[in-house]
T-cell receptor, first 114, second 114 residues
Framework: QQQVKQSPQSLIVQKGGISIINCAYENTAFDYFPWYQQFPGKGPALLIAIRPDVSEKKEGRFTISFNKSAKQFSLHIMDSQPGDSATYFCAASIEGAAGNKLTFGGGTRVLVKP | NAGVTQTPKFQVLKTGQSMTLQCAQDMNHEYMSWYRQDPGMGLRLIHYSVGAGITDQGEVPNGYNVSRSTTEDFPLRLLSAAPSQTSVYFC?????????????FGPGTRLTVL
């Protein structure tokens, strides 16, 4: 049973377009929601993160939108570039819980066509 | 800083063989963890450690052992390899084991069990 469900599994977007990835979670105790970016052959790397007391966070072309009542959050990649082609993972954790444990979604493979 | 390092990069085992995947970090991080990555499943936590001498099980611990005798090293042992353990393994570390903070991932070990 996946506590964090991510969709779509893959998407193709034209250069300059908007990529949107959605995640839904079950556990209302989650209070930290990071997104990780992974390039082929590499380990994941933190891209952007949000706490549930904020509805939106923007860093450059990347924006997280958070809907606490719906238990959903999403990543928007504006003006998508070929260099954004990667796999993106949403995740969730609980601050203070024993261990900095992250629960990951299944991942979304993004391909940006030039 | 080398960050999080993992060896080997690739490994092929026969069913029933044992081996140790090595992980080291030079950032004096408190928290270390092991994940496995399988297509469509995201990253699933195998074992984690909140400090030297302290380890605990994650989501999928069966068939794996860990120990943490030093802050820097966190090896993962496969006791008797099975084809179901074919996966890509990532080690990660973070400064705090309780506060929301970035986890740094190693480059991964691709393991095939025949």
């Amino acid at each position: 049973q996946q506590q964090v469900k991510q969709s779509p599994q893959s998407l193709i977007v034209q250069k300059g377009g908007i990529s949107i990835i959605n995640c839904a979670y079950e556990n209302t105790a989650f209070d930290y929601f990071p997104w990780y970016q992974q390039f082929p052959g590499k380990g994941p790397a933190l891209l952007i993160a949000i706490r549930p007391d904020v509805s939106e966070k923007k860093e450059g072309r990347f924006t997280i939108s958070f809907n606490k009542s719906a238990k959903q959050f999403s990543l928007h990649i504006m003006d998508s570039q070929p260099g954004d082609s990667a796999t993106y993972f949403c995740a969730a954790s609980i601050e203070g819980a024993a261990g900095n444990k992250l629960t990951f979604g299944g991942g979304t493979r993004v391909l940006v066509k030039p | 800083n080398a960050g999080v390092t993992q060896t080997p990069k690739f490994q092929v085992l026969k069913t029933g063989q044992s081996m140790t995947l090595q992980c080291a970090q030079d950032m004096n991080h408190e928290y270390m963890s092991w994940y496995r990555q399988d297509p469509g499943m995201g990253l699933r936590l195998i074992h984690y450690s909140v400090g030297a001498g302290i380890t605990d099980q994650g989501e999928v611990p069966n068939g794996y052992n860990v120990s943490r005798s030093t802050t820097e090293d966190f090896p993962l042992r496969l006791l008797s390899a099975a084809p179901s353990q074919t996966s890509v393994y990532f080690c990660a570390s973070s400064y705090s084991s309780t506060k929301r903070n970035e986890q740094f991932f190693g480059p991964g070990t691709r393991l095939t069990v025949l």
